[in-house]
């Protein structure tokens, strides 16, 4: 077989940014060892996140030209509505800024003390919108999951069992609904199957749970699903995606992964009593109802984007450059997850940082180390981001503990990411002198995005 090649040519690109290690220490120091905290302009390759840094294509810069700037009853809502129905095949269709403006609504009407939310794994922003409104959020993956060396085609599945029993537990009058995030970001990019999402449908409506999907990476889900589940290599995506939806109630998603947008989201339903609902909200929160908080160029930008993201050429190329890098990293002994997921690399922080204690938090320790070794930035996916403490104040530390390199969509090419792997195998030798992390200031909610943290040495 030949090289996969990027499936596009560039038309317009943007400077990156070199630095000195001796200028990356102090860049360090002075933004508290939080990536969060560095100027961008600081940054040579930028892999802190897939949201909202896709390149987009001419057709949708060409669309953005076109948007209708009306405020109610746009044609660009029109054309983003369609799209949306075109896939999930949900008729109630609302707008919102981001995913995160979607999770914000859904959670204000359904959430409250003494809800529950169970998720195969729910994403930081989608707990702490639960949390937020006085809910709780349960992750109930599968077993396959909890081992990132371990590989296996759907580690992003739901434990069915453990959904059943929490479900008995609680009770069902306690959950107003059940969430699947496709593909499970936070457990890796890992994709769900289709009978996973199949089997979670039934249990739901044997206790008459709706069931909504975080579809943020739906394409690169249903593209795993065509390479990796038996019946499902004739399809298209467009087709696959619309199975799994058709098992859904409704869908929060945030347009700035596999829509292609720069900013964006939506909520998509089926009740039309919690639609009404919804929509109150995000007149008060967001906007009018036909553009939520965006602009018609933008609802014309994602309108488009979600059609081209289902592009077969355009899913082999995504999926294949991320299980590049990560094949580079595994043949050089770098612990990392596996196999591949969908939008990011995974390393195991824990296996990679053996010497140091979930409390002195590998994963930024390694975020930092890879920062000052070859500007790359990437974030934590561990204990600084879901770490919580017991009543005595120590560290309950998360289930993994992650680094993530999240690659943005159509935007860095393959020496981009031979040169990172290049980096990490660098520092993977030199892991010993790398020292842990501790907080020095955070927030209690969300921390990781503003804590400021110094080297333990
Ligand atoms: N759900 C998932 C699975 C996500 O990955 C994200 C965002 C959201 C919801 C929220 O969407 O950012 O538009 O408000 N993930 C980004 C990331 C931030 O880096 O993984 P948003």
């Known amino acids: 077989m030949k090289t996969i090649i990027e499936p596009f040519r560039i038309k317009s690109v943007e400077p990156i940014y070199f630095t000195t290690r001796e200028q990356r220490k102090e860049i360090l120091g002075k933004a508290f060892y939080n990536p969060f905290r560095i100027h961008a302009s600081d940054v040579l390759i930028d892999l802190l996140t897939d949201s909202g840094t896709s390149a987009m294509s001419s057709s949708q810069w060409a669309g953005i030209m076109q948007g209708d700037e009306s405020y109610a009853g746009s044609t660009s809502f029109f054309r983003f509505e369609e799209s949306v129905k075109s896939i999930t095949g ?138 990796r589940e038996a019946g499902f290599a004739e399809m298209s995506v467009p087709e696959i995606a619309r199975e799994m939806f058709s098992y859904a109630d409704g869908c929060t998603m945030s347009a700035k992964k596999d829509a292609f947008g720069n900013i964006g989201g939506f909520l998509a339903m089926r009740d039309l009593s919690l639609a009404l609902q919804c929509r109150n909200l995000l007149i008060i929160t967001e906007g009018f109802t036909t553009y939520g908080g965006l602009a018609g160029r933008d609802l014309e930008a994602i309108a488009i984007g979600l059609q081209e993201v289902m592009d077969e050429h355009y899913l082999q190329y995504r999926i294949r450059s991320i299980e590049y890098l990560t094949n580079k990293l595994i043949t050089a002994g770098v612990p990392v997850m596996q196999p591949a997921g969908g939008h990011a690399v995974y390393i195991d922080a824990k296996e990679f940082l053996k010497h140091i204690p979930v409390d002195q938090y590998p994963g930024q320790a390694l975020v930092s180390a890879l920062y000052e070794a070859g500007g790359i930035r990437c974030v934590e996916i561990g204990s600084l981001m879901f770490g919580k403490y017991d009543d005595t104040g120590k560290l309950i530390p998360a289930q993994l503990e992650l680094v993530r390199l999240a690659i943005p969509r159509r935007v860095y090419t393959q020496s981009h990411i031979d040169y990172v792997s290049e980096v990490i195998i660098e520092v993977f030798g030199n892991r010993y002198g790398i020292n842990g992390m501790k907080i020095m200031e955070e927030t209690p909610l969300l921390r990781h995005f503003t804590a400021k943290l110094q080297p333990v040495y």
Request: net charge neutral; proline share 6%; glycine share 10%.
């Open 90 to 227: 949900m008729p109630l269709v609302i707008p919102t800024h981001q995913g995160r403006a979607a999770e914000k609504i859904i959670f204000t009407i359904l959430g409250g003390k003494g809800k529950y939310f169970l998720s195969n794994t729910l994403f930081d922003t989608t707990r702490a919108n639960i949390e937020f409104s006085g809910g709780v959020g349960i992750d109930l993956i599968c077993e396959e999951g909890k081992h990132p060396s371990i590989p296996a085609p759907f580690k992003g599945n739901m434990d069915v069992g453990a959904l059943e029993r929490t479900i008995q537990s609680i009770g069902a009058d306690n959950i107003p609904l059940v969430m699947i995030t496709i593909t499970n970001n936070s457990g890796g990019g890992q994709p769900v199957s289709m009978q996973n999402i199949r089997d979670v449908r039934k249990i739901c409506s044997a206790y008459n749970i709706p069931l909504f999907i975080d579809a943020c990476r739906f394409a690169e889900n249903a593209y795993f699903i065509k390479l």
